[in-house]
């Protein structure tokens, strides 16, 4: 087969989508992965568990796109179609796939579970001639077809809905192949930053966004961060790498910010860096209550570097258990440079760990004061060369500002451990 | 005019989109928008700032649905192209509308900027016989026109990209004019279980699903939780209730896994228990690493039952800030039942609250045994009315392992609360 997919169009199948239930992030997760290997998508369609009309969408799509990536409707339930419909449209019919029925037993028998419901068993239903894809983190495999109509050949990938199952299966089983069915090649380098907004960033980088040349340089959408792609077209994996020379220039506008050249985020970048130097941390944690230990465990190998966490929520653990001092919580408040400098030496000396990270603010969206309004957050670390601190203060809801606090107190270990 | 919109689709036009820069949430508000106006949504596209393709859009669009909302490409840059190309689908020329005019140049006054750029008189500029609907957040007007063919009215209505100029543009403009225009009233009501798998539940539902009366059940996939939706179709908002007495048959059936009818979300459950309660809790926490008490802490409120907690990842912290025995550590282990009694004891003796919860057990991937695979967690409660357990199987990756630990354990609160 020749190098033939240029481009894309994504159809993610669902009536909870239909009704506004859930929020599509696939639909943003497939078609930035889709750029990363140089295929354009134009169009992205939601339609809902409905025969007729997402045979409509197949048959539109296939007249405009080479590629059609499907998302949802795998599952065990009546509603669950899009295997059928896609067997229906491409001309075959559904057979049972014994490795796919013996891996759903398996899974079924590994939680313990012997009365496993018939409907189950429709998940290994696969049309014909498909590739099956393996479900690693779920029961409904994947499968991956091909139509042929008008000389032309579209390919139909074939995705459960849930994240946790769909993106490991594109990684593992969709990127890998697709790779060999794309003419573009594509150097990509991704430039992590904190403690600058996307915006400000863009102001001072705006010459280089604009030139377009090659390599480019673009803004790439990340929860809670803001990073920078720089993409080179390559004719030949030969090619001269040109993605250096812009790195160089973006970090000579804006190098304080970048912690991460790279795909890891902040605390994967803690982490890793805590493992290299043999090091452990502890956690000490108002307003976020545990988000910043349990991010860190988020990461397979934490339990190398992370010895425990105390979540003191309330200002008698604060006092009690971490040994912050009244006079500090009376005349100072919780949420001071005093009681942060407190809370992470008093949970370096209960952990016992090289370092210890506080973090004590006002999440909202009450309990603001004129003084330190909804959005005030104090952050400190402690270690064998002192204690550090930061003050934040940002806009946003109690979500937003649980979340960057976390980020800004991995910020302020990481600078800790490379000072 | 008649009442005659019946359905609608939605259609979010910009590259950022397409890129997946940015998600789509417009898309979910407005279904869930239309929905509660009785209005059905059969399609939701994504297309790029592109003059054919979104004409291409609107053709397709206008055959299938009476009500086509556009959201997205009514700034003043060169790109946004939205207003053009739905004046030239209706076959109207753009004029400029001076109120819109008058309104920008006084956004911008406000704003202290004197100098305007030429291109921002652009979003002035509609649609002959268009309505325009004020924007009270922004710059962009936006805009109601429609289309006559085939002896069928379509309507469009254009609103901004930004969901804080969107939102309440369709809120003030959009809605009273639509409720004048449908027909459709639903009432619906949300079944939320936990403890039994999507399928399990379907199996045992399937007739009242296959009924598809009025009201309607039909299941709603949500990760680590089980809803069922039942939906109420009326004629008048005076009509009686009949969605009491479908949730009377399923709770007949599956009322031991349902914990909640309506919107909360198991923490949100247990958080109001414990306040109308006024009791508190406490966490010791092991695979989660602090992931329950910050699960309980989104919620505005929760200082008020959330006293602390201890994230106990080393087993030197199980032991000497819980009190796990060593014998219970070197004998059963650390994922073990008697470890997670003794976890739960320990830290509602440590924080001196009402109820504690344990959760320890083996997130993976590495770490396993065949004893104990990955997956298996052991979790418990402790309260004045004693202890209880429960062991839990799981497959799937370490992130699902860790967010459906969370949430059994928030069950076995819930249910030693009410016990």
């Known amino acids: 087969m020749t190098k033939q997919i240029k481009n894309a169009e994504i159809i993610c199948v669902g009536t909870e989508l239909l009704l506004g239930q859930i929020i599509n992030t696939n639909a943003a997760w497939l078609a930035r992965s889709l750029s990363d290997l140089g295929i354009s998508s134009y169009y992205q369609t939601v339609v809902g568990d409905n025969r007729a009309r997402l045979l409509d969408c197949l048959e539109l799509a296939s007249h405009r796109s080479d590629l059609i990536v499907l998302t949802g409707g795998l599952g065990p339930t009546q509603d669950d179609i899009t295997l059928s419909v896609a067997a229906e449209f491409c001309g075959q019919s559904l057979m049972l796939h014994e490795p796919s029925r013996d891996k759903i037993a398996g899974y079924f028998k590994k939680l313990g579970r012997h009365q496993v419901t018939d409907n189950n068993w429709k998940q290994a239903m696969m049309p014909r001639d498909a590739t099956v894809l393996e479900n690693n983190n779920g029961t409904a495999?994947?499968?991956?077809?091909?139509?042929?109509?008008?000389?032309?050949?579209?390919?139909?990938?074939?995705?459960?809905?849930?994240?946790?199952?769909?993106?490991?299966?594109?990684?593992?089983?969709?990127?890998?192949?697709?790779?060999?069915?794309?003419?573009?090649?594509?150097?990509?380098?991704?430039?992590?930053?904190?403690?600058?907004?996307?915006?400000?960033?863009?102001?001072?980088?705006?010459?280089?966004?604009?030139?377009?040349?090659?390599?480019?340089?673009?803004?790439?959408?990340?929860?809670?961060?803001?990073?920078?792609?720089?993409?080179?077209?390559?004719?030949?994996?030969?090619?001269?790498?040109?993605?250096?020379?812009?790195?160089?220039?973006?970090?000579?506008?804006?190098?304080?910010?970048?912690?991460?050249?790279?795909?890891?985020?902040?605390?994967?970048?803690?982490k890793d860096l805590l493992t290299e130097q043999g090091q452990t941390i502890s956690f000490a944690e108002s307003c976020t209550a545990g988000l910043a230990a349990a991010t860190l465990a988020e990461y397979p190998g934490a339990s190398r570097v992370l010895t425990g966490g105390l979540v003191a929520y309330d200002n008698r653990v604060k006092n009690q258990m971490l040994g912050v001092s009244q006079m500090t919580l009376d005349h100072e408040g919780a949420v001071s440079e005093a009681c942060a400098i407190e809370m992470a030496t008093g949970c370096r000396d209960v952990f016992k760990t090289d370092f210890a990270v506080s973090i004590t603010g006002i999440a909202g969206p009450e309990g603001g004061t004129a003084e330190k309004p909804v959005g005030t957050v104090w952050l400190a670390v402690a270690s064998q060369k002192g204690t550090s601190s930061r003050k934040l203060q940002m806009g946003g809801n109690r979500e937003r500002v649980r979340r960057v606090s976390v980020l800004n107190a991995f910020d302020l270990i990481r600078r800790q451990i490379l000072s």
Chains 1, 2 share one sequence.
Do not use: C
């Open 141 to 270: 495999p994947g499968a991956r077809l091909s139509y042929e109509a008008n000389g032309k050949t579209t390919h139909l990938v074939l995705l459960p809905g849930p994240p946790s199952e769909m993106r490991p299966m594109f990684n593992e089983s969709v990127k890998p192949w697709l790779a060999n069915l794309t003419a573009t090649r594509l150097r990509h380098l991704f430039v992590r930053m904190i403690g600058i907004g996307e915006s400000a960033a863009e102001t001072q980088l705006l010459d280089l966004i604009e030139q377009q040349q090659n390599p480019t340089l673009a803004p790439y959408a990340s929860e809670g961060e803001v990073v920078f792609r720089i993409t080179q077209f390559l004719n030949d994996d030969s090619d001269p790498d040109l993605t250096q020379e812009m790195l160089e220039q973006v970090k000579a506008r804006l190098g304080t910010y970048v912690y991460e050249v790279g795909e890891r985020k902040m605390p994967e970048v803690v």
